[in-house]
């Protein structure tokens, strides 16, 4: 079986948790037999794994070289990127800026191209910026289509000021699709509702997740520790989708309680300034750092030295942070807005908007050590059930209910 | 002649509200849940008092009147007991009219649920002897036949009970102790020489508690006629049939309409029918047969799933925090002399509380094959150590006083010594003008120190 799959980013290129998806399916996909041929948007340098990469950009492509995409794909449609468009004669690029809409247009038009050149038996497309590859890879061949929705619209917007240009694209995607595959059931109830995806059509398969513990990197904080405090955690995007300000708001309760707790915020977004003033104005300044965003071994580090990390998102299709603090270490609260809450039952769960439980179960978990050890200790067992295989497996039972007609 | 022993169980716990580390300090009602859910008290017995309690009672009743061989046995937790006198008084009535039959006993049990026998042998005797007296002032009747928290039991249990006079002691018929043995005759537990253990047979037990309503199972439905033949297949190969089983599993566990009162109603005609049948309580079961052979339990054995053992309970981290934060407490709560207080940190003792903890089966999602009122095992402990935080700030608090006016009592002993001594050496050695001096600044300083302190104590100081 061969699979047609259009994505939008891939590791080690500069990727958010889409692009670390679509490698752990796909390397998972290719253990069970099953060859991936992966089309991106743009060239890059030897991605991790062993699909067979097709870049969108070469040869067939005219005039657009590359299209650089942060680590942030679910921009508002008309929000733009920079791309190159050509050289001129000294061989320098020659930069436009393009929305991104316009991007997953062009994106769609080599798919069709692609898709002709190809021999495969099912498509494969993720998230909104590929669902018109997706289409147009369809349209193209007759080959049965698959939508893999790992955030909507509805997230992004946390329900309001949806971007209409993206809604509609999901919507009619969604209509052409044989098949729809969501990352959490919380995310099949949007599209059930929302786009009145009839509920037949949709698969949950929940993501996967990497068990292994990380590295442990030198102690951080060592200054507040030394001065017994507790320090909590908020990792993410400073964005409406997030819930930061519900976050900053329990704080203020659990400080009125205990003036010994710190609050970390690791994380950079189009709400930080509003979070900062939030915290002013709620005269916590003494009791919160903002770190900017880090990555990598800095985010571990951090990570590792904190007492604990809250996950308030306003609406999360699966929610990579439960499982990142549990390789280093450290137990979570995660809003029941979210994926996440469906799989890992060792984690305190709370409403988003329910800031007075928030603060509760913060001070619950730093007042009873014993808690947060076993959070901890069996969520990690859990997380050994939890792997891209049993993923892989669940996405190739759908490629096979579509092709079940098809003889070759 | 082969006999049948019915035991149902009768428990209902005071389920902790969510009560949150705010509430530490501010609110000493953990039990007062008023919003209909499944952690108010009051609405859950209600509940069950319609679905299970009443229906059930009036069909025992109707059964009791019309087959004078039918005899059973009941067990009461004394938090249930508790809950009917303030909820639903009609219910115990309807208990106690049972009870004057004199065809129904009642076992003996822990007061408050509890799991005490296994972390406190001392307060264990003061819950058994607490729920004795409720039992007599209730039902007017003593216990003969003990049985403990879930089932729960060990060798050292049936020890102690033979030593306080029981006659016997339930446990479940279970094959690692059994062997090939079968669970319908009595045996001798061991170490003892005169208490007989009455087993569980767990399949004809649980064919009636988990799986009478179950449409896959093979045997659905299941008819009093058809239970009753297996009970007679016992014939040649037992003396005594065990059933025991949660009350609640009348109508609650296994709903009306899975038609487990018409098979209550017509199973003792049917087990009847066979002659050379008939019902016995766990006493006269005791006193008729002999023993069979020593039961051997060294370590705990329970009731409860395909362990059967502990690790409902106290199988994981939290669990074994909570409930040995509770037993830790015992010197410094009994201390306090006060009842509340007591009383209190006793309904923390119930076992449920450390179930709705359990992860045991989590991992797996199969998150329902436990019963909880909480949303998850960590938002029960969360209420549960917040509720026992606040009652180890109240017994302390209680031993600050009691410890301030004891000191405050000495202070006045030492200082009435010192107005003493201080008269006896004028008598002796001062002078008459140095002695009001010396006395009424001791008294200054005295007095100085008391006011800070209780101002009863003052009043106990202006009598002395």
Redesign the interface.
């Known amino acids: 079986m061969r699979v047609l799959t259009f994505g939008w980013e891939f590791p080690p290129a500069q990727s958010g948790g889409l692009g670390f998806a679509c490698q752990g399916l796909t390397q998972e996909l290719l253990q069970s037999g099953v060859e991936v041929i992966f089309v991106l948007p743009k060239t890059q340098d030897s991605p991790y794994g062993n699909a067979r990469f097709v870049f969108a950009d070469q040869e067939r492509l005219l005039r657009v070289r590359h299209a650089d995409l942060g680590p942030i794909p679910y921009q508002q449609a008309n929000s733009t990127i920079d791309v190159i468009v050509g050289y001129d004669e000294s061989g320098k690029p020659i930069i436009k800026s393009r929305t991104i809409i316009e991007e997953a247009h062009r994106f769609a038009h080599q798919a069709s191209i692609i898709a002709r050149e190809e021999e495969f038996d099912v498509i494969h497309a993720h998230d909104w910026t590929s669902y018109l590859a997706g289409v147009a890879a369809k349209l193209a061949t007759g080959k049965p289509l698959v939508l893999h929705v790992h955030a909507t619209s509805f997230d992004q917007a946390a329900s309001n000021n949806v971007d209409p240009a993206i809604f509609k694209i999901e919507r009619e995607a969604f209509a052409m699709a044989d098949k729809v595959v969501t990352v959490s059931g919380y995310t099949k109830n949007i599209i059930v509702k929302k786009h009145e995806v009839p509920a037949a059509k949709v698969e949950v398969v929940h993501n996967g997740c990497h068990p292994e513990d990380l590295p442990r990197q030198a102690p951080a904080l060592a200054e507040l520790k030394k001065q017994g405090k507790k320090v909590v955690l908020y990792v993410g995007r400073i964005t409406i989708q997030k819930g930061v300000d519900h976050f900053v708001r329990a704080a203020r309760?659990v400080v009125d309680?205990d003036p010994n707790v710190m609050f970390v915020i690791c994380g950079s977004g189009d709400m930080t300034h509003q979070i900062i003033e939030l915290v002013g104005s709620l005269g916590l300044s003494k009791n919160f750092i903002f770190t900017g965003a880090l990555w990598f071994d800095d985010r571990d580090r951090l990570m590792q030295s904190v007492d604990l990390v809250v996950m308030p998102s306003v609406s999360e299709p699966f929610g990579l942070v439960p499982f990142e603090a549990l390789q280093n270490g450290t137990p979570s609260i995660i809003s029941k807005q979210s994926g996440a809450a469906e799989v890992l039952?060792?984690a305190?769960?709370v409403d988003f908007w329910d800031t007075?439980?928030m603060?509760?179960?913060i001070?619950?978990s730093l007042?009873?050590p014993?808690?947060r050890?076993?959070?901890v200790?069996?969520g990690k067992?859990?997380m050994f059930?939890m792997t891209w295989r049993h993923a892989a497996e669940k996405v190739k039972r759908v490629y096979q209910s579509l092709l079940q007609y098809v003889t070759t | 002649m082969l006999t049948v022993c019915p035991y149902f169980h009768v428990h209902q716990p005071y389920r902790v509200k969510k009560y949150r580390v705010f509430d530490i300090g501010n609110d000493t009602e953990y039990f007062n849940d008023g919003s209909g859910t499944d952690l108010d008290n009051r609405f859950i017995v209600e509940k069950v008092a319609n679905k299970s309690y009443r229906p059930t009672n009036k069909v025992l009743k109707e059964l009791l009147d019309r087959h004078p061989e039918f005899r059973f046995n009941l067990s009461f937790s004394g938090t249930v007991l508790d809950q009917f006198e303030e909820y639903a008084p009609d219910v115990l009535e309807s208990f106690q009219e049972l009870v004057a039959t004199g065809r129904v006993e009642i076992l003996a049990d822990t007061y408050h649920h509890s799991l005490a026998f296994f972390y406190s042998v001392p307060e264990f005797e003061r819950q058994v002897k607490q729920h004795e007296r409720k039992i007599k002032k209730l039902f007017g009747v003593k216990p003969r036949v003990f049985r403990n928290t879930e089932l729960s039991y060990r060798n050292d249990l049936a020890k102690w009970c033979e030593d306080n006079g029981y006659l016997g002691i339930m446990a479940e018929g279970w094959d690692k102790y059994l062997g090939w043995r079968s669970p319908n005759y009595l045996y001798r537990p061991a170490g003892c020489n005169k208490i007989k253990v009455l087993l569980k047979n767990y399949k004809l037990s649980d064919d009636v508690a988990f799986r009478f309503g179950n449409k896959e199972w093979a045997s659905w439905p299941l008819s009093a006629d058809t239970f009753a033949s297996w009970i007679h297949a016992h014939h040649g190969d037992g003396q005594t049939v065990n059933l025991f089983m949660d009350y609640e599993s009348f109508g609650e566990h296994q709903w009306e309409d899975t038609g487990i009162f018409d098979f209550l109603r017509a199973l003792p005609e049917m087990v009847l029918r066979h002659p050379d049948t008939s019902f016995r309580t766990a006493t006269e079961t005791v006193e008729a047969y002999d023993v069979a052979g020593e039961y051997d339990v060294p370590d705990v054995l329970t009731w409860a799933d395909t362990d059967r053992d502990l690790t409902a309970w106290i199988g994981n981290d939290i669990q074994r925090d909570a409930i040995a934060a509770t037993y830790n407490m015992e010197q410094e709560v009994m201390r306090t002399r006060k009842k509340k207080l007591i009383e209190t940190w006793r309904k923390l003792q119930t076992s449920d509380h450390f179930y709705y903890m359990c992860t045991k089966w989590s991992n797996d999602g199969d998150v329902h094959a436990y019963f909880s009122p909480y949303q998850s095992p960590y938002d029960a402990y969360i209420a549960f150590m917040n509720a026992l935080s606040d009652l180890q700030l109240r017994v302390s608090q209680v031993a600050a006083e009691r410890k301030a006016k004891d000191s405050a009592k000495a202070a006045v002993t030492n200082a009435l010594e010192v107005i003493e001594d201080t008269e006896e050496m004028g008598d002796e050695v001062v002078s008459a003008s140095d002695r009001p001096k010396q006395i009424e600044s001791v008294l200054a300083a005295t007095v100085k120190r008391w006011r800070q302190r209780i101002s009863g104590v003052l009043s106990f100081f202006r009598r002395g």
């Open positions: 309760r309680n039952s060792h305190l769960k007075e439980e603060a509760n179960q001070l619950s007042r009873y014993v808690m050890q076993q959070l200790k069996e067992w859990q059930n």
